[in-house]
C-alpha cells in the first residue's frame, strides 16, 4: 500500500467519514508492507497484510470477466498527465497494468481486485465491504462487473470522483444516480462526468 494512500481512505465503519491513522510496522520503499490502520471516530483497526489494506471480505458478487480491457478503461477515463490516484474497482482491476501504461504517474487503487492482483510498485490493493476512499479524493473511477450496477457502490464511488471527471461502470448503474452527468453506454458498460454541482434535491 502506497504510503500516501492513506491520506484518501475512509474508515467502512458506518459514520461520517474522517482520516485514518497509519502505524505502519514494516516499509519497502514508499509502500508499506505491514502495519495498521486506525479510525479515531470509531477506535476500529484495520490490518495492512502483505502490502493489502483489509478493511474485511468484499462483496460476494459472482465473478464475471470483464468486458472492458485496461486500454478501454483508461481510454475512457481520459486520465491526462501525472498525479493523483484512481480507483479500479473488482474485475476492473484485472488490467491494471495496460491502465497503468496508459495513465503513467496516476496511483492506481485496486478495490477489491480478482486475487491474481497484488499489490505492486503503482498499485494499491484495498479489500473493502463497502468503497473505501474518501468523497472527491480520486481523478478517476472504474467499477467492475456487479459493482457497476450497485446503486450504493456507484453512489459512493461517484461522490469520491473529483467534479469534472469521469466514471465507467459495467452494468445499468449510472441511471438513478444524480451526481452523474451520463456522457454514454454501449456493450454493457457506460461511462459518466461527475457534476460539477448536485443536482437540487439530491443527497
Ligand atoms: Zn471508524
Known amino acids: 500500500?502506497?504510503?500516501?494512500?492513506?491520506?484518501?481512505?475512509?474508515?467502512?465503519?458506518?459514520?461520517?467519514?474522517?482520516?485514518?491513522?497509519?502505524?505502519?510496522?514494516?516499509?519497502?520503499?514508499?509502500?508499506?508492507?505491514?502495519?495498521?490502520?486506525?479510525?479515531?471516530?470509531?477506535?476500529?483497526?484495520?490490518?495492512?497484510?502483505?502490502?493489502?489494506?483489509?478493511?474485511?471480505?468484499?462483496?460476494?458478487?459472482?465473478?464475471?470477466?470483464?468486458?472492458?480491457?485496461?486500454?478501454?478503461?483508461?481510454?475512457?477515463?481520459?486520465?491526462?498527465?501525472?498525479?493523483?490516484f484512481a480507483a479500479l474497482v473488482g474485475g476492473a482491476a484485472a488490467d491494471w497494468q495496460a491502465v497503468a501504461a496508459a495513465a503513467e504517474g496516476v496511483h492506481l487503487v485496486g478495490v477489491n481486485p480478482p486475487e491474481a492482483v497484488r499489490p505492486a510498485p503503482g498499485l494499491s490493493v484495498v479489500r473493502s465491504p463497502v468503497f473505501p476512499l474518501r468523497q472527491r479524493s480520486l481523478r478517476g473511477i472504474a467499477l467492475g462487473p456487479g459493482y457497476g450496477s450497485d446503486p450504493a457502490w456507484v453512489a459512493a464511488a461517484a461522490g469520491a470522483v473529483l467534479p469534472g471527471l469521469r466514471g465507467v461502470g459495467e452494468g445499468s448503474g449510472e441511471g438513478p444516480e444524480r451526481s452523474l452527468e451520463p456522457l454514454g453506454a454501449a456493450g454493457g458498460a457506460w461511462v459518466a462526468r461527475r457534476r460539477r454541482q448536485s443536482p437540487p434535491g439530491s443527497a
Open 1 to 84: 500500500m502506497f504510503i500516501e494512500l492513506t491520506d484518501v481512505l475512509r474508515c467502512p465503519a458506518d459514520h461520517e467519514e474522517g482520516y485514518l491513522v497509519l502505524l505502519p510496522d514494516a516499509m519497502a520503499g514508499r509502500d508499506v508492507t505491514a502495519g495498521r490502520l486506525g479510525c479515531p471516530a470509531c477506535g476500529a483497526e484495520y490490518a495492512v497484510r502483505d502490502g493489502v489494506a483489509e478493511f474485511g471480505a468484499p462483496p460476494g458478487w459472482p465473478t464475471e470477466p470483464p468486458r472492458l480491457d485496461g486500454t478501454g478503461v483508461a481510454a475512457l477515463l481520459g486520465l491526462e498527465g501525472p498525479g493523483g
